[in-house]
Structures are given as structure tokens and as C-alpha cells.
């Protein structure tokens, strides 16, 4: 399905009726702009010599009347294309329908990345409230092409004899007739007014469950006056915290349920007690043991249940496996056996973690057991102890220019693709660039996309999840029909450069974070599919999305790489072999349990979606299956499980574990090459002639057999995390 990428989830287009709000069962209407100006040109928001954003002449104003100029478009002409459908008998649908629509879409597409970017960019141009309606239109718009039952019959009517179509026609073919199907235009008039009823239920109580979530996190706030509570901490987190970031070494600070809040909190803390609290605070959030008006407990029943309700109209057992329609896994079984031989793997090796870890624990003064709220900080320490890890002395070593001209070079010797920064392009801040791509096989003069790249924290102004993770919005997918090239945005809150010239500083996450979005980046630019249907990550299964993102990741752990990234701050000296080895060891660190803990979360999703008892049994079933410690009775995290109530991940949490599994596998195949720079070169060229080009016009089981000879095999990721 087209992916938009965010950041580590995937926001997929909502094309499917049970993902999406609808137009109304009867009739038709369109959404009219609230406010605007009136802007005649085809694409109004862009140079017309250039094709790309005007950033300086951009307006919220300018924005909306676009996009309401766009969408009544769109709208009226998927109800010509209709009337066109019904009148003709020898209509070509590729020509005559799918061109089209495309012609009306990319402008759209292109009009909604743009305020996307704003939004994440620069909120002070474009504001939350803002944002939704644009994003709304927008949604609700294009997913009508997926909506109409005449373009489903001519879509079936063609279907029927393929045997003169190219592989993209019958992609794009199978994609309408699938998204059809999921939209329940297969189903009769009763049926489907049911139907709609549900999604209208499924659409308010997963609203009603995303505002409550905001409230509760929003109104708590812990005050820590003691500054030995905070003794450790690194000093950016304080900053962040403190109630006067001028005295953040003596306080007080608040500690809030913001998610990277949280995790940095539980994994710096030296007071078991307060780590206690805030961990007990996060699991408890909207749930029965709080207020009765911010409870989401009932929610998590009632959207499971509906779910299954929809999938049980279409024909499925139940909503996971209705899920499997759209990923590379197949089937239910597939993926619970997937999990299983995951879990017999690393269960073992959990224990030996966590009694390793206790006896860590109590050599230096910790008493009785090891707790869920004591494990990120004692984790955290014993790996320093090991490996003498510590985020805030590496960062010195990775200043931001050293990283993107090692990555950058990295990206060439693989897949013979360079990159170049263009100046003078209009940015909506001074500290953005923009970045040409060349494929070097196709020219070295002509880009085949471009990106821009906006790294630093700038306060309120850009939304804020994590220091260390960043996002990549498409703001137009390539398409031929349209002569546009793939044009997105890579944006971060990188610590800036400091006032005395010190350049900006990633901590190793930061870094890994890095490298593993440009791999989503390449995927959308170096596409040489034709249509925007299916180009770059439209169209990819959903478990297969993020292949490119890990095997960048695996990349960074190399030491030619890591010694072509690094560069002391101050004395611009490489790391040295000790620390690239100390590197590379302290990545399989809690590993068992680190890896069960993501298969709890997979499985209890998947039987959520499946299995019907409340979510209470289905936890308890789950825990005792992937956790040496016991379950706590008030543990109640699932009602704030935002990934899979509020952004579409129900049913498909499991996916970027896949996705790992793929990557380490094609990673073990550069690996085969044993350092030979011109046979990694050659599996490079063969990478990026699958993954990196393909798109989503051949499934996902096809591009990976197509790139390795065979089937995935899960030997790769289980040498990989050491788990064997």
C-alpha cells in the first residue's frame, strides 16, 4: 500500500475504507475552502522553472485555497472518470482512467507534502489545527479513487484476461481490485451500509482514544527538587527538563510522559523508587486504575471487536488476517511461526541476561530482585561497565558534516549514487538544505531526485518526539505521466552548532538513526518505476517497508565506515579500534531480552486481533510466554498503545521485525564478499537494481528472491543478534 515514512513507523496512505474516514454512503459533496486566496495555476505552490516549493511566498492561506482547489478537482474528476466508465465499452483503464487520475493526484500529493514538511518543520507557518484539516481534505480526497464502484467493475472486467499487460498494469490492476475488496465495494447494498457503520465507529473511538492519550500525557507532571535524583543525567536531558534550563544543575525539574521523556528518565534515574513511579505513571496512563473520563480500557475492546466485525463482511476469519492481504508474510501461520522460532531463540537467553544483570546489580549495592522499572538503568550502566559505552563522550566524535560525508561516500562505493548539495534553493529555514541524487548509471548531470534536509532543534517551532529519531516525509513520488521527479524531506532535532564554532554533535543513535532514514530516502529516489501508484515506497507490503532502513543500520557498525564518520570535535582524531570493537560487541547487549520484549508486542497485537477475550487474558497469556519477571497485576499498558489504535499498525506491529529479518539477511550476502570492495559493489548494483528501483511494482517475495536466489531465511537475523 503507498507509505508515507515517518520517522521509525510508516504512516500508510489510508487508502482502505476500514483505515479511513469516508465520504458520506449516498451522494456527493466536496470540501470547500475555509479561508484562501485564488490561485489559478496547476501547481500554485510551486516555481514553475523549477518544480520545486516557493518556501518564501508560502502561507497557511495559500496552503488551504490549494488544497480546497485541488481536491474539488480531484473529486470532480473521479466522478467524470466515473460517468466516462459507465458510458464507454472499449475504454482503455490505463489510458483512460489510471493517467488521469494520476494527472490530478501528483499536483495534490505534492500540495499536502509541502504543508506536511511545514508542519514538522516549522510550525509557526503551519500549526497542528491547521495541518488536520489540510490533511484531511487531502485524505478523504484521494482515497476516493479506491471508493468507486464504477472504476472496481472496470477494474474486475480487465482482470480477467491480463496476459497482454506489463508487470506494472497488473500491479497497479491488483492494487485497485485489493484496496476495492478492503473498501467493501464487494459487498451488497445491506452489507455494506453495515459496513460503513462500523468503519464510522472504528474512525470516532480510535479520536476519542488519540485525544484521550494527549490529555493524560499532557496533564501529568512530576516536580524533582533532589539533585542527587538527577545525578548522571546528560546535560541536553536536563536543559529539556528543567523548570529554568539557565540552572538545570540544581533544579527543579519535570518529569512529563512524553515517550522520550520517559525512556531517557528510566534509564538514567539512580532512585529506584522514582523510577518506580514515573514507570508505574506511564503503564497506568488512560487506564481502569485512574480517572473514569480519560479511560481508554472499554476502547481497546470495542475497536478489536469492530475490526474483527469488518473482517468477518470481507470474507476473513478475523482482522489479522485480514491484515495479511497487504504483507509480504502471507498468512497468520507464517508469521506466529516466524515469532515462535524467534522467541525459542532468545527466551534462553533472557535468562541468562537478566541473572547476569542482577548479580551486576547487587555488586554494587542494589538489594533484592531485579524489577521491569530497574532494568534500563542498570542495563545502561553495565554496558558502559563492558564496553565503556557512554552517548555523551562518543557524540564528540560524530560532528554532523564528518557523518553526512561518510555516509554520503558510503552511499557511492555501494550503489554508485552521489550526492550534491545545490545552494540557493528556497527553504522554509535558513539552516535547511537541499541535495540532489544521481544515479551514476543513468547520468551524472541529470538528478533523479532530490531531498531536503532540515537537522536541528529549533524549539517550539518543529514537533519534537525524540532527539535522536527524525522523519522522512514524501512530499511527490516520480511519475512519468506527470515529468516529476521524487522530491522529499528528511527532518531531525540534531543538537544546532554552538556559538563557538563546535559543529553538531550525534550521539550514536543519533548516528545510527541517520543512516537507517537515508535508507527509506534512497528507496523513494532512486525508484525507476513509472508510475506514482506504485513508485519508490508506494505499494510495498507493509512488512517489507523497511528492509532498506536496516541494512543501512547494519552499515554503520563496520569499522571502515565508523573510522569514515568519526572525527573528534577537538582533536579530530577517528575512533580507535578498542572503541570500534566496543562498539560493535555492545550491540547485541540484552539482546534476549530485548528481542522478547518486541515479540510480546508483536504477539499480544496479533492475538488482539484475533482471539476474542479481553485484552486482559490475552496479556497475561503473552507475558508469562516472553518475560522471566511477573506480570504486574496494574500493568494496563495497552491503553495507551497509540501504534496500534491510533497510527494503523493493528494487526501489523510485527512488520519492522520482519523487516529486520530481511535486511540482515541481504546484509549477510555483503558480508559473503569478505570485504572485497568490487564484489560489494556488485551486490550493491544488485540491491539497488531490486529494492532500491523496484518499488512497490513487484511484490515483495519477487524483489527479494530476485536479489538473493531464494527465499528469506530467519538463520541471518538470529546469527546476527547472537542469539543462536
Given at each position: 500500500m503507498t507509505a508515507l515514512i515517518c520517522g521509525r513507523r510508516i504512516f500508510s496512505m489510508r487508502n482502505s475504507l476500514f483505515k479511513a474516514p469516508r465520504r458520506k454512503e449516498s451522494g456527493y459533496y466536496v470540501l470547500l475552502p475555509e479561508i484562501g486566496e485564488d490561485l489559478p495555476e496547476k501547481n500554485p505552490l510551486l516555481k514553475e522553472e523549477t518544480m520545486l516549493p516557493e518556501f518564501n511566498r508560502l502561507s497557511i492561506e495559500r496552503c488551504i485555497a490549494a488544497i480546497g482547489k485541488q481536491t474539488i478537482e480531484f473529486e470532480q474528476g473521479i466522478k467524470a472518470l466515473e460517468k466516462d466508465i459507465e458510458e464507454s465499452k472499449n475504454l482503455d483503464i490505463f489510458k483512460d482512467v489510471f493517467e488521469p487520475i494520476e494527472k490530478l493526484e501528483i499536483p495534490l500529493q505534492t500540495t499536502w507534502g509541502i504543508s506536511k514538511v511545514l508542519y514538522f518543520g516549522n510550525q509557526s507557518l503551519m500549526p497542528t489545527k491547521s495541518y488536520l484539516s489540510i490533511h484531511k481534505r487531502a485524505w478523504t480526497a484521494i482515497s476516493q479513487k479506491y471508493d468507486s464502484q464504477p472504476l472496481n467493475e472496470a477494474c474486475k472486467k480487465v482482470n480477467e484476461d491480463t496476459q497482454?499487460?506489463?508487470?506494472?498494469?497488473?500491479?497497479?490492476?491488483?492494487?485497485?481490485?485489493?484496496?476495492?475488496?478492503?473498501?467493501?465495494?464487494?459487498?451488497?447494498?445491506?452489507?455494506?451500509?453495515?459496513?460503513?457503520?462500523?468503519?464510522?465507529?472504528?474512525?470516532?473511538?480510535?479520536?476519542?482514544?488519540?485525544?484521550?492519550?494527549?490529555v493524560v500525557t499532557n496533564l501529568f507532571k512530576h516536580k524533582i527538587t533532589d539533585p542527587q535524583k538527577m545525578k548522571g543525567f546528560p546535560e541536553e536531558f536536563l536543559k529539556t527538563v528543567a523548570v529554568d534550563p539557565a540552572q538545570y544543575e540544581v533544579g527543579p525539574w519535570i518529569i512529563t510522559l512524553k515517550p522520550h521523556i520517559v525512556q531517557t528518565f528510566m534509564e538514567y534515574c539512580p532512585d529506584g523508587l522514582e523510577r518506580f513511579n514515573i514507570w508505574l505513571s506511564n503503564v497506568l496512563k488512560c487506564s481502569n486504575h485512574g480517572e473514569q473520563e480519560v479511560e481508554t480500557a472499554s476502547l481497546v475492546n470495542g475497536i478489536t471487536s469492530d475490526r474483527c466485525e469488518i473482517a468477518r463482511y470481507l470474507?476473513?476469519?478475523?482482522?489479522?488476517?485480514?491484515?495479511?492481504?497487504?504483507?509480504?508474510?502471507?498468512?497468520?501461520?507464517?508469521?506466529?511461526?516466524?515469532?515462535?522460532?524467534?522467541?525459542?531463540?532468545?527466551?534462553?537467553?533472557?535468562?541468562?541476561?537478566?541473572?547476569?544483570?542482577?548479580?551486576?546489580?547487587?555488586?554494587?549495592?542494589?538489594?533484592?530482585?531485579?524489577?521491569?522499572?530497574?532494568?534500563?538503568?542498570?542495563?545502561?550502566?553495565?554496558?558502559?561497565?563492558?564496553?565503556?559505552?557512554?552517548?555523551?563522550?562518543?557524540?564528540?566524535?560524530?560532528?554532523?558534516?564528518?557523518?553526512?560525508?561518510?555516509?554520503?561516500?558510503?552511499?557511492?562505493?555501494?550503489?554508485?549514487?552521489?550526492?550534491?548539495e545545490r545552494e540557493k534553493v528556497d527553504v522554509w529555514h535558513k539552516d535547511v538544505r537541499f541535495f540532489d541524487v544521481y544515479d551514476l548509471e543513468v547520468s551524472d548531470s541529470?538528478?533523479?531526485?532530490?531531498f531536503y534536509f532540515d537537522p536541528y532543534a529549533r524549539g517550539d517551532q518543529k514537533l519534537l518526539a525524540n532527539r535522536h529519531f527524525g522523519w522522512v516525509l514524501i512530499m511527490r513520488n516520480k511519475s512519468v505521466i506527470n515529468g516529476t521527479k521524487p522530491l522529499t524531506s528528511l527532518i531531525y532535532n540534531f543538537q544546532p552548532p554552538l556559538k563557538d564554532g563546535t559543529p553538531s554533535l550525534l550521539t550514536f543513535r543519533g548516528v545510527q538513526s541517520l543512516f537507517e532514514n537515508f535508507g527509506h530516502v534512497l528507496q523513494q529516489v532512486?525508484?525507476?518505476?513509472?508510475?506514482?501508484?506504485?513508485?519508490?515506497?508506494?505499494?510495498?507490503?507493509?512488512?517489507?517497508?523497511?528492509?532498506?532502513?536496516?541494512?543501512?543500520?547494519?552499515?554503520?557498525?563496520?569499522?571502515?565506515?565508523?573510522?569514515?564518520?568519526?572525527?573528534?570535535?577537538?582533536?579530530?582524531?577517528?575512533?580507535?579500534?578498542?572503541?570500534?570493537?566496543?562498539?560493535?560487541?555492545?550491540?547485541?547487549?540484552?539482546?534476549?531480552?530485548?528481542?522478547?520484549?518486541?515479540?510480546?508486542?508483536?504477539?499480544?497485537?496479533?492475538?488482539?486481533?484475533?482471539?476474542?477475550?479481553?485484552?486482559?487474558?490475552?496479556?497475561?497469556?503473552?507475558?508469562?510466554?516472553?518475560?522471566?519477571?511477573?506480570?504486574?497485576?496494574?500493568?494496563?499498558?495497552?491503553?495507551?498503545?497509540?501504534?496500534?489504535?491510533?497510527?494503523?499498525?493493528?494487526?501489523?506491529?510485527?512488520?519492522?521485525?520482519?523487516?529486520?529479518?530481511?535486511?540482515?539477511?541481504?546484509?549477510?550476502?555483503?558480508?559473503?564478499?569478505?570485504?572485497?570492495?568490487?564484489?560489494?559493489?556488485?551486490?550493491?548494483?544488485?540491491?539497488?537494481?531490486?529494492?532500491?528501483?523496484?518499488?512497490?511494482?513487484?511484490?515483495?517475495?519477487?524483489?527479494?528472491?530476485?536479489?538473493?536466489?531464494?527465499?528469506?531465511?530467519?538463520?541471518?537475523?538470529?546469527?546476527?543478534?547472537?542469539?543462536?
Open positions: 497482454k499487460l506489463t508487470d506494472e498494469q497488473k500491479r497497479i490492476l491488483q492494487k485497485y481490485l485489493l484496496e476495492g475488496r478492503l473498501n467493501g465495494l464487494n459487498l451488497d447494498e445491506t452489507e455494506r451500509h453495515h459496513f460503513r457503520v462500523l468503519i464510522r465507529q472504528i474512525s470516532m473511538k480510535s479520536e476519542e482514544f488519540r485525544q484521550k492519550l494527549e470474507g476473513f476469519k478475523h482482522f489479522a488476517e485480514m491484515s495479511m492481504s497487504t504483507k509480504m508474510a502471507g498468512s497468520l501461520d507464517n508469521v506466529y511461526k516466524f515469532l515462535d522460532t524467534l522467541r525459542n531463540a532468545a527466551f534462553p537467553h533472557q535468562i541468562r541476561e537478566i541473572d547476569e544483570l542482577t548479580d551486576f546489580a547487587r555488586e554494587r549495592g542494589f538489594e533484592g530482585l531485579l524489577k521491569q522499572w530497574d532494568v534500563p538503568y542498570w542495563a545502561r550502566k553495565q554496558k558502559r561497565t563492558l564496553y565503556n559505552y557512554d552517548e555523551e563522550i562518543l557524540k564528540e566524535y560524530f560532528p554532523l558534516p564528518k557523518v553526512l560525508e561518510g555516509l554520503f561516500k558510503l552511499i557511492k562505493n555501494l550503489f554508485n549514487v552521489e550526492i550534491i541529470e538528478p533523479v531526485g532530490s532512486l525508484t525507476r518505476v513509472n508510475s506514482a501508484e506504485i513508485a519508490g515506497l508506494s505499494n510495498i507490503e507493509w512488512d517489507a517497508a523497511s528492509t532498506s532502513k536496516h541494512l543501512m543500520a547494519h552499515w554503520v557498525y563496520e569499522p571502515e565506515v565508523l573510522k569514515s564518520i568519526s572525527s573528534h570535535c577537538e582533536t579530530g582524531e577517528t575512533l580507535d579500534d578498542e572503541t570500534i570493537e566496543n562498539l560493535r560487541r555492545s550491540r547485541t547487549h540484552m539482546s534476549g531480552f530485548n528481542l522478547c520484549k518486541e515479540l510480546y508486542l508483536c504477539k499480544f497485537d496479533l492475538d488482539l486481533h484475533s482471539i476474542r477475550k479481553p485484552w486482559e487474558a490475552i496479556m497475561k497469556k503473552n507475558w508469562k510466554e516472553h518475560f522471566v519477571f511477573p506480570e504486574d497485576k496494574k500493568d494496563s499498558h495497552v491503553c495507551s498503545w497509540d501504534a496500534i489504535f491510533v497510527d494503523n499498525l493493528g494487526a501489523a506491529y510485527y512488520s519492522d521485525l520482519w523487516s529486520k529479518m530481511l535486511a540482515a539477511d541481504v546484509y549477510s550476502a555483503f558480508q559473503e564478499s569478505h570485504g572485497d570492495a568490487d564484489h560489494q559493489r556488485k551486490i550493491g548494483g544488485r540491491f539497488k537494481d531490486t529494492f532500491l528501483s523496484l518499488g512497490g511494482s513487484v511484490p515483495a517475495n519477487e524483489v527479494f528472491r530476485r536479489f538473493r536466489g531464494r527465499d528469506p531465511s530467519l538463520k541471518a537475523l538470529i546469527k546476527h543478534l547472537k542469539i543462536n
